[in-house]
């Protein structure tokens, strides 16, 4: 166990894990660089140690070490306890949530690795909001979707935005980066999964009528939101389903359409 350390230096070097978290640009270079990722909450800070992540550090105001005891009980890794004002001066954010981790990254598994034992796969393309990543992760571990497949330009699941809003699904479900877009697609392919395209467009077959829950193995691809997936990856799948829409409604927000879609693919419902 390690023993919690009053810090009341906002530049204090061991603090650095947990600066100017707001900056997208420079944690999105730098937490992949350093091997590292930010757990926000309790909750959350939990499933990261019950996913096997290791600690490297915990930033916390005074009234959650006792609510996160048995978790310092358990690490060896640094606990640093600062004032509200100071946690906010260092991540530049106000830490509602009052607690925060700093974890170690793995090494992502390749794509057949995840595709092995999958039967049902949710496959990303150019989703590079943190948001709806964290979204779709946590619809996909709800609503049994078995691995996640992103490509190149998807936006980092394990980013402090996407892990908070995923509620640490992204810990539970197994996910890959191919190497290749939309060439990538061909291992899948290769692998028994039938691809099919998530599109809004009409002459598109609903997924009622594809029946995608009676495959053997399907691949749903989604793309960004607004733009969806591009000509290229729509060529490459077998079918392109829609989800009907009523009331002039074109189109959902990619998160509630992926939810919409993996029940569907889970239950034909």
């Not at 949530?97 to 049902?120: H, I, K, N, Q, Y």
């Amino acid at each position: 166990m390690a023993e919690p350390i009053t810090v009341d230096d906002p530049d204090d070097p061991r603090l650095r894990d947990y600066t100017d978290l707001t900056d997208v640009e420079l944690r999105r270079r730098r937490e992949p660089a350093e091997g590292l990722f930010i757990a926000e909450g309790e909750k959350v800070i939990r499933r990261a140690g019950d996913a096997g992540f290791a600690m490297r550090s915990m930033l916390l105001s005074a009234k959650w070490v006792d609510a996160l005891s048995d978790v310092i009980d358990r690490s060896t890794a640094p606990v640093y306890v600062v004032e509200p004002a100071l946690a906010e001066r260092v991540t530049g954010y106000h830490v509602h949530r009052g607690a925060l981790a700093s974890m170690e990254r793995r090494p992502l598994p390749a794509p057949a690795d995840v595709l092995g034992a999958a039967r049902r796969v949710v496959v990303m393309e150019s989703v590079n909001d943190h948001t709806n990543i964290g979204a779709i992760f946590r619809s996909a571990a709800a609503l049994g979707m078995d691995a996640v497949l992103l490509s190149p330009d998807c936006a980092d699941p394990l980013y402090r935005r996407s892990v908070k809003v995923s509620m640490g699904a992204v810990f539970s479900v197994p996910y890959a980066r191919l190497d290749r877009w939309p060439g990538g697609l061909d291992e899948v392919r290769g692998a028994g999964f039938t691809l099919l395209a998530l599109t809004p467009d009409p002459e598109a077959r609903t997924l009622a009528e594809t029946a995608p829950q009676h495959m053997e193995r399907v691949a749903l691809m989604l793309g960004a939101e607004g733009s969806g997936l591009s000509r290229r990856a729509l060529a490459t799948a077998d079918s392109r389903v829609r989800i009907p829409m009523s009331h002039g409604v074109d189109s959902l927000n990619v998160g509630a359409a992926a939810a919409v879609a993996f029940y569907a693919v889970a239950t034909g419902g």
